[in-house]
């Protein structure tokens, strides 16, 4: 539903904590063959929950995330494979 921001104006892209108590949880994106895909830090901070990217990197340089490789100069990608293994030893721990 659009908002109004400060000078009144719609905001069509503001979100609050309860739209997304409303969402659906997000899952990774499924491989389409047996490579192990890279996923873009987009893909990664949607399937963290909506983290922020600056605690994407956070989490990275801090070591408590699984560090990106790098496909080319400007681009990197997580292994698919490392972010479920992590996402799956969170969920162990806090069992």
């Given at each position: 539903m659009p908002r109004l921001n400060t000078t009144g104006r719609v905001h069509r892209y503001h979100v609050?904590?309860?739209?997304?108590a409303n969402k659906p949880v997000r899952h990774l994106p499924q491989p389409a063959d047996a490579i192990d895909p890279l996923l873009n830090a987009r893909e990664v901070r949607l399937?963290?929950?909506s983290i922020s990217a600056s605690t994407l990197w956070r989490m990275t340089t801090d070591g408590k995330f699984p560090r990106p490789l790098r496909v080319s100069?400007?681009?990197i990608g997580w292994r698919r494979s490392d972010v479920a293994s992590w996402l799956s030893a969170c969920q162990q721990k806090a069992a």
């Open positions: 609050t904590n309860a739209d997304l399937a963290l929950g100069e400007r681009r």
